[in-house]
């Protein structure tokens, strides 16, 4: 069946360092992929996505791009911030007849100033 | 409201119990989905509507389980004879296209 797996967290950054979650997936023909991101006492909200192959998905500083070929859609940020403290969560959409979308773990990011 | 509404927001109840949880999605979205997170994973799917219609139940984990959306807009997500073990937080998200989910806030379940 459909598969997302993504990093183990937590992952604790200082200020303007680099971040990188890792995401792969396992999934039959061409899902749709996502990343979603939950911040402390809020609810799950996309924060990027990409439809096909070599896609980019990029918003608030962030970008993943749909590599078929390595089954992967990896997040990365230049600078993070302290306020991009959340869970971030890798999802796929993929389906015969319906569109159930599928998430991983999701990874906990922690950046101190 | 402009967002997906939950309620309760949190309830107790007792094992052996029967819950009812309401979700209200987007006004005109048709695809509504019930999701269950535990602690420290990842939203966990339960069940699909596109509009009156459950297109996708596989992920109700057993008979104790069901949900409706008789108008296609308000779901009601119920659980029978509650067990410890359904305590989560149960998730529900809509969309316009069964592509981006938008969702509540969710409702914390705790079953004592």
């Known amino acids: 069946g459909n598969s997302v797996t993504q990093m183990e967290g937590p992952v604790t950054l200082s200020e303007e360092a680099f971040l990188t979650i890792n995401c792969t997936y396992t999934a039959t023909g061409y899902p749709s992929l996502f990343w979603y991101v939950q911040y402390p006492g809020e609810g799950l909200q996309l924060l990027l996505k990409a439809t096909k192959a070599d896609d980019k998905g990029s918003n608030k500083g962030f970008e993943a791009t749909y590599r078929k070929e390595t089954t992967s859609f990896h997040l990365e940020k230049g600078s993070v911030q302290v306020s991009d403290s959340a869970v971030y969560f890798c999802?796929?959409?993929?389906?015969?007849?319906?569109?159930?979308?599928?998430f991983g773990a999701g990874t906990r990011l922690f950046v101190k100033a | 409201g402009a967002g997906v509404s939950q309620t309760p927001s949190n309830k107790v109840t007792e094992k052996g119990k029967y819950v009812e949880l309401r979700c209200d999605p987007i006004?005109?979205?048709?695809?509504l989905y019930w999701y269950r997170q535990s602690l420290g994973q990842g939203p966990e799917f339960l069940i699909y509507f596109q509009g009156t219609g459950a297109a996708d139940d596989s992920g109700l984990p057993n008979d104790r389980f069901f949900a409706v959306r008789p108008e296609g807009s308000v779901s009601t997500l119920k659980i029978q004879r509650t067990e410890r073990g359904d305590s989560a937080v149960y998730l529900c998200?809509?969309?316009?296209?069964?592509?981006?989910?938008?969702f509540g806030e969710g409702s914390r379940l705790t079953v004592l």
């Open positions: 999802a796929l959409t993929k389906g015969t007849g319906g569109f159930k979308t599928i």
């Open positions: 998200a809509s969309s316009p296209d069964a592509g981006e989910l938008f």
């Open positions: 006004s005109g979205h048709t695809a």
